[in-house]
């Protein structure tokens, strides 16, 4: 969904110290603030409490896996807010091809090798049922790690979070963000990045 109108305005500059100081760390240089981090910054303890929560970090799974799971939670949660920036700064930086960038929000999943099919599965059946079938979490252990397992399941779950944020309360979507493929304006969205926004967009 796009929203023209948020119920909560986000925050306009100047900012409150602990959150400027944030913002800094969080954004890459050049890029303005998320219209998401202004909206949770009009409370500030809550604000600080998700980005020191974020997965965003070098983890156990790589920056490729990492960005499956997310993009395929924020479609499953119908964030297209979400999704736009995180395969605005991170799609083509992991390689994704645009096949692959539909296929995350329920397009041709044999885009992906089926190792990576393993984890839209694993985002399918967290949203669907709030469980993991045995059969899928064998066929999971066969390829993660236990520690990685874990970071999967949390990863989903946070983006749960975030999709519910910037669903409820409608933040409009960035400008440069990608849109999801069926949508009117989804001509290249694979490729909806702006070089501004993709640049040094390490997090």
Request: aromatic letters at 8%.
């Given at each position: 969904m796009r929203y023209r109108n948020p119920r909560i305005a986000p925050l306009e500059p100047p900012y409150p110290e602990p959150v400027q100081a944030a913002l800094d760390r969080i954004m890459p240089t050049g890029v303005p603030p998320l219209a998401l981090f202004r909206t949770?910054?009009?409370?500030?303890?809550?604000?600080?409490?998700?980005?020191?929560?974020?997965?965003?970090?070098?983890?156990?799974?790589?920056l490729r896996e990492r960005e499956i799971v997310i993009d395929r939670t924020c479609a499953r949660c119908g964030s297209e807010y979400e999704w736009g920036v995180h395969v605005a700064f991170f799609a083509e930086r992991v390689g994704f091809s645009p096949e692959q960038v539909a296929a995350t929000a329920g397009g041709d999943a044999t885009?992906?090798?089926?190792?990576?099919?393993?984890?839209?599965?694993?985002?399918?059946?967290?949203?669907?049922?709030?469980?993991?079938?045995?059969?899928?979490?064998?066929?999971?252990?066969?390829?993660?790690?236990?520690?990685?397992?874990?970071?999967?399941?949390?990863?989903?779950?946070?983006?749960?979070?975030?999709?519910f944020v910037t669903n409820a309360l409608r933040i409009p979507l960035e400008s440069y963000g990608a849109r999801f493929p069926h949508s009117p304006a989804a001509a290249g969205a694979g490729g909806g990045r702006s070089s501004r926004a993709s640049r040094g967009a390490g997090r």
């Open positions: 949770l910054a009009r409370n500030e303890r809550v604000f600080q409490r998700v980005m020191a929560g974020g997965l965003l970090d070098r983890g156990s799974i790589t885009a992906f090798p089926e190792r990576e099919r393993l984890l839209l599965r694993l985002v399918d059946e967290l949203h669907d049922r709030a469980q993991v079938s045995d059969e899928l979490w064998a066929a999971l252990r066969a390829h993660f790690a236990e520690e990685q397992l874990i970071e999967l399941v949390a990863l989903a779950g946070f983006y749960h979070l975030i999709s």
